[in-house]
Nanobody, 123 residues
Framework: QVRLVESGGGLVQAGGSLSLSCAASGRPFGGYAMGWFRQHTGKEREFVAAISWSGGSTYYADAVKGRFSISRENAKHTVYLQMNSLKSEDTAVYYC????????????????WGQGTQVTVSS
């Protein structure tokens, strides 16, 4: 079992920035691709970004390309999501996910999920 704990959410004004972190613990973390997803109130969870185990491959949803950046530090078992130029439509609960198959994350599937952290962007 991989346990994922997100942090860094909060309230920010439109145009501002926030950085989310996701710390993994539990079973050996090696080989896991990581991803970020979000869920707007009343809607289904949607893919935001994903990164391969090596960090050499990253993928983004069109809605966040050029504004969000995903990265990871394997030595710290941590993945990050840097969010810049935030918009009101970025308001959502953000979830961290881990899966051995990057393609599953891109298809909005994952073996492990965090509990989520709220991001609220005021306009």
């Amino acid at each position: 079992q991989v346990r994922l704990v997100e942090s860094g959410g909060g309230l920010v004004q439109a145009g501002g920035s926030l950085s989310l972190s996701c710390a993994a613990s539990g079973r050996p973390f090696g080989g896991y691709a990581m991803g970020w997803f979000r869920q707007h109130t009343g809607k289904e969870r949607e893919f935001v970004a994903a990164i391969s185990w090596s960090g050499g491959s990253t993928y983004y949803a069109d809605a966040v390309k050029g504004r969000f950046s995903i990265s990871r530090e394997n030595a710290k078992h941590t993945v990050y999501l840097q969010m810049n130029s935030l918009k009101s439509e970025d308001t959502a609960v953000y979830y961290c996910a881990a899966d051995l198959a990057l393609i599953r994350l891109r298809n909005s599937e994952s073996e492990f999920w965090g509990q989520g952290t709220q991001v609220t962007v005021s306009s």
